[in-house]
């Protein structure tokens, strides 16, 4: 139980164009989704939050025009970059948490590893 | 200001050598601390949550404990399959969800 999956898994993307990452919860509704980036040998930065039908919660510094968060059901949730450029580069994953459960523990996706040239 | 920080940084163990691993948090309102592990190149995979003091939770080889201002995640006889980082995370009362990560023990077991 308790899976969560990303598509794709590897993106390679040119300058300026935008890309979306799609997370889903297979076996359990995602009533709150969470992405962060990961950047190498270091741990995982959260990006954003969100909740089945609200608006994402950005973290300080995290650009929303930029990184735009649609959760707009219970299993599915996307990221997509827009403009995307070589700083964002980077491993970003997805996790997801069943409020109804009564407990808190985040079941994370494979991550997607994003290359801009 | 909260934080979790987490020792050693890189541990190398023979094969069969215990030992453990230090998750350590200066944070109010704890309402779970949370142990993952993460090979190179994948997501976190989910091992244990502690909710309160003194509670302890076992899985195969390894083995969480949790006190007031810390966490011990022991490894008991490990594999070289046990290689991989291993995360703790707090989460605590009123931050929305949010979970506070450590930055990882990365754990090499020598065959």
């Known amino acids: 139980g308790a899976v969560v999956s990303q598509h794709p898994s590897r993106v390679i993307c040119k300058s300026g164009t935008s890309v979306k990452i799609e997370c889903r919860s297979l076996d359990f509704q995602a009533t709150t989704m969470f992405w962060y980036r990961q950047f190498p040998k270091q741990s995982l930065m959260l990006m954003a939050t969100?909740?089945?039908?609200?608006?994402?919660?950005?973290e300080q510094g995290v650009e929303k025009d930029k990184f735009l968060i649609n959760h707009a059901s219970l299993t599915l949730s996307t990221l997509t970059v827009t403009s995307a450029h070589p700083e964002d580069s980077s491993f970003y994953i997805c996790?997801?948490?069943?409020?109804?459960?009564?407990?808190?523990?985040?079941?994370f996706g494979p991550g997607t590893r994003l290359t801009v040239t | 200001e909260d934080q979790v920080t987490q020792s050693p940084e890189a541990l190398r163990l023979q094969e069969g050598e215990s030992s453990s691993l230090n998750c350590s948090y200066t944070v109010s309102g704890l309402r779970g601390l949370f142990w993952y592990r993460q090979d190179p190149g994948k997501g976190p995979e989910f091992l244990f949550t502690l909710y309160s003091a003194g509670e302890e939770k076992e899985k195969e080889r390894l083995k969480a404990t949790l006190t007031k201002k810390e966490s011990f995640l022991h490894i008991t006889a490990p594999k070289p399959e046990d290689s991989a980082t291993y995360l703790c995370?707090?989460?605590?009362?009123?931050?929305?969800?949010?979970?506070?990560f450590g930055t990882g023990t990365s754990l090499t077991v020598i065959p």
């Open positions: 995370a707090a989460y605590l009362i009123n931050t929305g969800n949010q979970f506070y």
């Open positions: 996790s997801a948490r069943d409020g109804t459960s009564g407990t808190y523990e985040q079941y």
């Open positions: 969100s909740n089945e039908g609200s608006k994402a919660t950005y």
